[in-house]
């Protein structure tokens, strides 16, 4: 660690980034809740400590990459955004709808920021292959591409392609992190298709595997670092998250991973995550 | 016509240099990528067959094997793109864009990434490999996508042409290629514009519409209908997407009856296009030349456009019922 913020600072941000996504999928009134709640300790540790990157600048020339390669996870993309400053967070409220920037599923046309358009699953760690190469060619080696996947998502092929092709080129700056949070739209992960050992997957590709607790903001940052120092192999993040992390009812529970809370739901989602599930009293309750 | 500057003004009995599309692009590759160091490649494992061997050998740095992949060609493209980098990106059009036309819909298109995708051996042409590699459904894939431009050229030269071209457009494109020797009917003073149709023989009874290795056929076929009374003009249409509306209406409005050829699926493919325009903007009598709803199969080239009706017997006879029926 050595950024701006420190480590409490930074999950009470991660905190109000979940809260903010509550808020968002309540009002659009669909889209996806589990995968972003599990992913806002790692969105927190990208825009908060690990990223070079200038929220006034986005198109800065020597910023780092990040793309999310599971696009439908992308209100914690957006939440993160807003509190990092590229946006005003009252515009966090037109998430999905008519007009607005913040569509469904990430598109770069529309909002500066963005790296890429996704959704389909399965690409993203082909673009960041891409970019890498083309990175190479212009003698740009102080630039990181980091690249969030979900676990489900590993069942795309494209996948397994540019694991290949990342490792035949030694693309040593792409930091790859999964969300392994073993659920997927049908069920759980090891009964819809079996992953494991996705570790020891990766491993065989020619990756850098590093293994963490994908909820714990400190390990993250730590393993960004391990990944930039590794200098022969891309790296890889296996994180393991808890789907719907902060808000007991929707935790560890698949029916959460395609579906936003009603109203009391919401309710009651806001108040966990403002009371820490009940250690602290709610400063506006 | 003497402004298109074309190798001979009569075709019927003249003997013509045959060279493979595919050459030119080949060429032009390599140009493109001596007039701008921003100029890179991607290939699938066919870099010899898809001509992208001359460029690897003079910019080795700058070309990519990316294996029997063709998910991973077009994304990795898109990421090349993203940094700043001119694409081109090649693999037989059967597997690009035949296999990875979601992954170009939503990385190149949507997102908006000027990558040149190359889709070779396009057509029954192909001959011998069967309907697996000959590829008919590439335009109308290609065509459907808002934000993609789609470029068939009609010989070598202007593959080369329209190589060199494509690495100033920056946009999403599509170009096709054939693998057989295609008659070389253009010269390097021959217009190129992406975008643009061009009237190679002036007519006022019909007008042919020509793309890809059918125009030669067109050009054929017009010298035959002369003899048979017909005065057709053929206009020849590299780029299918955008179309050249104005070229084209401006003939259809002198001849009133219309004729399409190419080597391809007539539903959706150039026909298909006309169709949809003409439809909407000056309906008159046509007819499509090119395969109908059909698979290719194993043979030699000259028996399988024999077959699925892709020669210049074919327009002329079409041609000519089309004229009688209409009168
Ligand atoms: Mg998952």
Partial sequence: MGGKYSLEELEIKANDIREDIIRMLEYAGSGHSAGPLGLADIFTALYFDVLKHDPAKPNWGERDILLLSNGHCVPVRYAAMAHAGYFDKNELMTLRQFGSRLQGHPERTKLPGLESTSGPLGSGLSQACGMSLAMRMNSENHRWIYVIMGDGELDEGNVWEAAMLASKYKLHNIIGIIDRNNIQIDGPTEKVMPLEDLSHKWESFGWNVIDIDGNNIEAVIDACSMGRANTTKPTMIIAQTIPGKGVDFMEYDFKWHGKPPDHDQAKKALHELRTLGGKIKGEHE | ?327
Avoid at chain 2, 172 to 179: E, F, K, T
Avoid at chain 2, 223 to 244: N, R, S
């Fill in chain 2, 1 to 327: 016509m003497s402004d298109m500057h074309l190798v001979h003004q009569r075709w019927t009995d003249t003997k013509v240099l045959m060279e493979p599309i595919r050459k030119g692009f080949g060429r032009g590759l390599k140009s493109a990528g001596e007039k701008d160091e921003n100029v890179v490649a991607a290939c699938a494992d066919l870099t010899d067959s898809t001509q992208m061997h001359l460029f690897k050998e003079a910019f080795a740095e700058r070309f990519v094997e990316i294996g029997v992949a063709e998910q991973n060609l077009v994304t990795v493209g898109a990421g090349l793109a993203a940094m700043g980098k001119i694409p081109f990106v090649s693999s037989y059009a059967a597997f690009s864009p035949g296999r990875n036309w979601e992954q170009i819909r939503t990385t190149i298109c949507l997102n908006d990434q000027p990558v040149n995708i190359i889709g070779s051996h396009a057509g029954v042409s192909v001959g011998p490999d069967g309907a697996t590699h000959q590829m008919l459904e590439d335009i109308t894939l290609m065509r459907a996508l808002p934000n993609m431009t789609v470029i068939a050229p009609g010989d070598s030269i202007e593959a080369e042409k329209a190589t060199v071209a494509l690495a100033k457009y920056k946009k999403p494109s599509y170009m096709r290629l054939a693998r057989e020797g295609t008659a070389i009917i253009s010269t390097d003073k021959t217009p190129f514009e992406i975008g643009k149709a061009y009237i190679y023989t002036q007519g006022s009874d019909m007008t042919i519409i020509a793309t890809g290795t059918m125009t030669y056929q067109a050009l054929l076929a017009s010298e035959m209908l002369f003899k048979q009374g017909i005065d057709a003009e053929v206009i020849h249409c590299p780029t299918i997407k955008p179309l050249d509306a104005a070229t084209i209406l401006r003939s259809v409005k002198k001849t009133k009856l219309v004729i399409t050829a190419e080597e391809h699926q007539v539903n959706g493919g150039l026909g298909g296009a006309i169709s949809e325009f003409l439809g909407e903007h000056y309906p008159v009598p046509m007819r499509r030349v090119g395969v109908r709803d059909k698979f290719g199969q194993s043979g030699k080239p000259e028996e399988l456009l024999e077959e699925y009706g892709l020669t210049a017997k074919h327009i002329t006879f079409t041609a000519v019922k089309l004229h009688e029926e209409a009168r």
